[in-house]
């Protein structure tokens, strides 16, 4: 099974720069979206194969999930079951026959930090919570940005960097508590090394230079691990300031 995720940074602005393309190309099972920023009635991009199911924010432009799949799921439900959380459609879970697939995007703490204390204090541990719920009942591949790089390794430029939104001590601890609650960061499984980034800025030149950020990623439950095949980032393909990543499960 090929999975696929990507935040788009809006849909419409992603189609326009040849999403609809790159679906048709990539031959993935499953694409997990985040930070589509519409309405499903607002766009419906052509993808043929594929079926999509929507979570789309309160507030119109912002934020929101959404999944592709060739393989009709089992069920489809939005959120994390607790309204302060749920309003902003962050949180899309598709339930297969071996496994849940979730895509996530993570509230970044902001430039000032002045979501640092809901992101560690609430929205960690129920996202958390919400995963080992899931895993009682079987597996679970979560994806997304996470809006956090774990390691040093993970962005350009860590010392600069250090005690920022998406490289606090909180955020880079929230993932750890990921990693010992059993899950697997799929990348490192195969990729040991730095210089491997999802997002850069849209400032002139950093991407060409490479001067980024990982901060989205595959994650699955730790008894996923005999059937992980592969994982990776799709840095050459353009259409948002983040780029696709892979997932392949035998």
């Given at each position: 099974m090929e999975l696929i995720s990507w935040n788009v940074n809006g849909l419409r602005s992603c189609i326009a720069s040849g999403f609809e393309s790159f679906v048709a190309e990539c031959g993935a099972d499953v694409?997990?979206?985040?930070?589509?920023?519409a309405l499903p009635e607002q766009v419906r991009?052509?993808?043929?194969?594929?079926?999509?199911?929507?979570n789309p924010a309160l507030k119109r432009g912002y934020s929101g999930t959404a999944i592709l799949t060739r393989t009709p799921p089992?069920?489809?439900?939005?959120g994390l079951g607790i309204a302060d959380h749920d309003t902003e459609g962050r949180v899309l879970t598709a339930e297969f026959a071996d496994f849940f697939v979730v895509t996530v995007y993570t509230p970044n703490v902001q430039r000032e930090l002045t979501r640092l204390e809901y992101r560690d204090r609430r929205w960690d541990?129920?996202?958390?919570?919400?995963?080992?719920?899931l895993e009682k009942t079987k597996p679970v591949v979560f994806c997304g940005?996470?809006?956090?790089?774990?390691?040093?390794?993970?962005?350009?430029?860590?010392?600069?960097n250090?005690?920022?939104?998406?490289?606090?001590?909180?955020?880079?601890?929230?993932?750890?508590?990921?990693?010992?609650?059993?899950?697997?960061?799929?990348?490192?499984?195969?990729?040991?090394?730095?210089?491997?980034?999802t997002w850069w800025s849209n400032r002139k030149g950093v991407r060409e230079?490479?001067?980024?950020w990982r901060i989205d990623y595959f994650l699955i439950s730790s008894n996923l691990r005999p059937r992980l095949r592969g994982a990776g980032i799709?840095?050459?393909v353009m259409g948002s300031d983040h780029c696709p990543i892979t997932l392949s499960l035998e």
């Open positions: 694409i997990c979206l985040q930070e589509v920023r991009p052509e993808v043929p194969g594929y079926s999509m199911f929507w089992l069920a489809v439900f939005p541990p129920d996202f958390l919570k919400f995963l080992k719920n940005d996470l809006n956090v790089s774990h390691r040093e390794i993970d962005l350009a430029n860590p010392r600069a250090r005690g920022n939104a998406g490289f606090t001590d909180e955020e880079r601890a929230g993932f750890d508590r990921l990693l010992k609650a059993g899950f697997i960061d799929t990348f490192r499984e195969f990729e040991p090394g730095g210089g491997h980034y230079r490479n001067i980024g799709l840095p050459q």
